[in-house]
């Protein structure tokens, strides 16, 4: 089994219902990861990395999709941006879209904090790359 | 009494054997001059030396005599011209001239004005050439004006020169009137401003010859003056020439384009002494250049709003097929039966998110072909209260207050389909985004000004924070609400309807107070 030991915690922050299930489910059957933590938008999410509290629960993989409600892809990375260096753990960061407009790609490339930028539909093969690449 | 007759050969040899005192007393009359003229060496020399033809001619006969000097200066030898004024009238003077010069001569007659005509002569060799001729009517001895006895000289080039530099100038000022251009020049030392015609009638000012620099610039719109002003100061301190375009307000009120340029005269101490320009009316090609930015900007914006919308759609086609292929990769990995069920019923709902975003494209697409639907005259009332009866169930359920005004402007020639659209989405809009603590309560009014008809409709629900989200309100598929049931795809269609036929749709808005759009329909 190739199983990466040490991420030990996944994030998805995607507003779509279908991805995400697809993704709990791929990463539960291939036991790719113990946890799995999910918002719908930008603004739970970075709500969820700042509180204190969730100290011991946080990330090492976030998986962040562009166009959501409330707080989109993009204004997630400029909070998370801010909030990065109280985090105290490294968190390798995937841009995850279905957009191939070279506009987000090329956007996403200036990022320092985005590891990658990934279009759906993400493959088994893919995920466990990305998951390699993480650890 | 001695009748001389003139000999062409024997010109110089024959001598006249007497000398009158004076013209008038001369009994015979008529060649008394003529004997003068060539008896008297002296005097021949000087009239010769002037280069002065000289003429007499009978008042009562039609008898005629032509000096030497008027031959030549005719290009014909002395004598050759028949000694018969009405010859010289009818073969000699243009056709044009001779009733000018006809009335010249009675009016001389009569009221003793000075004769002095200028007129074309038909010369041996060289055609018409032009002449000055003037002269005097002398009485005879019984007191009754009996001759004439004057002088031509020859003014062809001063004439040509004349006529030549007259044409120009009536070109020229053709020129400008069609062109709607003028010229203007402003002496610095003196302080003076002077404008050919057509810049007062450009002006549409009367041309009263009083006009200064000040007064001159209070003409541009004010949003132009201090654009002109420094131009002016830095052509007066700087040498620097300019041409700029520019807006003022005619005498009458009117606001054209008009093109002025500058060019500073410098004088050999490398000082500017005279501004120098031309000014131009070019109101019609500036509006028309005006209108062809705005055709450029409009086709570039819905340049600018296809591609996004061919963004949007790949994504959210894409986001579709890629959940479908996921789903089906997922469906060979699993066993249970409950799982293989579960992703049964998540491909179910892509294929529904699927239809509906066709459905999505197929309303975009509508928008487009909806515009060539003939535009009527439409009552807002009627189409108002039509949107509340078809949403009726909705209203009731928010128990919303809903009122409208549509007095200040009842009707308006618009596309139906889009004015039912419109409604249907900003009253859906309003009851969607409602604040959870109050009910909804939404007002629709429409207005005219400056020829527009405007829609505004204002709701006290949720708001928007337009600094975060100003430019996405409108955006296909942008939502701003945590909101089950927000597509994010009214607004966009909405604004695409409105910007099809021309209009603008605006947004005011506050966070837990409300929100107002603003629309320019026509």
């Known amino acids: 089994m190739t199983i990466v030991k040490p991420i030990n915690t996944v994030c998805v922050v995607d507003d779509d219902e279908i991805y995400v299930y697809g993704i709990k489910k791929l990463i539960n059957l291939k036991q790719l990861c113990p946890n799995l933590i999910e918002f719908r938008n930008g603004k739970d999410a970075i709500e969820f990395l700042m509180n204190p509290e969730n100290n011991d629960q946080l990330p090492d993989v976030i998986f962040l999709d562009i166009t959501m409600p409330i707080m989109d892809g993009w204004d997630f990375m400029e909070s998370y941006a801010k909030i990065k260096p109280q985090l105290g753990k490294k968190i390798t960061v995937y841009m995850v879209s279905s957009s191939i407009n070279d506009a987000d790609i090329e956007r996403a490339k200036t990022i320092s904090d985005i590891t990658d930028y990934v279009v759906k539909p993400v493959t088994y093969d893919k995920l466990l790359e990305l998951f390699q690449l993480a650890a | ?522």
């Open chain 2, 1 to 522: 009494m001695t009748l001389k007759t003139v000999d062409t050969n024997g010109l110089r040899k024959r001598m006249p054997d007497e000398i009158y005192m004076s013209i008038g007393d001369n009994p015979i009359g008529f060649y008394a001059l003529a004997d003068q003229y060539l008896v008297n060496q002296q005097l021949h020399n000087l009239i010769e030396s002037t280069n002065t033809g000289l003429w007499e001619r009978s008042i009562t006969t039609n008898e005629a005599w032509w000096s030497p000097k008027f031959c030549e200066l005719l290009g014909y030898a002395y004598g050759e011209l028949d000694s018969n004024y009405l010859t010289f009238l009818q073969k000699i003077v243009h056709p044009h001239d001779s009733e000018m010069m006809f009335n010249a001569f009675q009016s001389h007659l009569k009221t003793n004005t000075t004769y002095k005509v200028e007129l074309r002569l038909l010369t041996k060799a060289d055609g018409y050439r032009w002449y000055e001729s003037s002269g005097k009517a002398w009485p005879d001895k019984d007191g009754e004006l009996s001759r004439m006895i004057g002088g031509i000289i020859d003014i062809d080039a001063k004439k040509r020169n004349e006529i030549k530099l007259k044409r120009n100038e009536f070109q020229l000022r053709e020129n400008n009137k069609i062109a709607h251009i003028g010229g203007w020049e402003f002496d610095i030392m003196a302080n003076e401003l002077s404008w050919s015609p057509e810049v007062y009638e450009i002006h549409e000012l009367e041309h009263d010859g009083h006009i200064d620099v000040s007064n001159a610039i209070t003409f541009y719109e004010p949003a132009y003056r201090s654009i002109i002003t420094t131009a002016v100061n830095n052509a007066i301190e700087h040498c620097k020439a300019y041409d700029l375009e520019l807006q003022l307000k005619t005498a009458k009120g009117n606001v054209i384009w008009v093109r002025t340029k500058g060019v500073p005269i410098i004088d050999e101490h490398g000082k500017c002494v005279t501004l120098r320009g031309i000014f131009q009316n070019i109101n019609e090609a500036k509006l028309r250049e005006l209108e062809l930015h705005n055709s450029v900007d409009l086709l570039s914006d819905q340049n600018k709003r296809l591609q996004n919308f061919a963004h949007i759609v790949s994504h959210n086609l894409r986001s579709h097929t890629g959940n479908l292929q996921f789903m089906v990769n997922l469906f060979d990995e699993v066993d249970e039966v409950s799982d293989q069920k579960e992703i049964f019923n998540n491909i179910r709902t892509i294929s529904e998110s699927l239809a509906n975003t066709i459905e999505h494209l197929n309303q975009i697409v509508k928008i487009q072909t909806e515009i060539s639907n003939e535009k009527q005259e439409l009552s807002f009332e009627h189409f108002f209260n039509n949107t509340l009866n078809a949403i009726d169930n909705n209203v009731a359920e928010t128990g919303a207050i809903i009122c409208s005004d549509f007095t200040s402007c009842p009707t308006v020639n618009y596309v139906p389909a889009y004015l039912e659209s419109i409604f249907l989405n900003l009253i859906t809009n309003a009851l969607k985004y409602r604040h959870p603590d109050r009910k909804p309560q939404i007002s629709c009014k429409t207005y005219l000004e400056l020829g527009h008809t405007y829609l505004t409709f204002a709701d006290n629900g949720l708001g928007i924070d337009l600094d975060k989200y100003g430019d996405k309100v409108f955006g296909m598929y942008k939502t701003f609400h945590k909101n089950a049931n927000a597509k994010g795809i009214g607004l966009f269609i909405t604004r695409n309807q409105v910007e099809s036929l021309g209009g603008t749709i605006k947004i005011e808005s506050t966070v837990d107070v409300g929100t107002t759009f603003i629309i320019k329909l026509i």
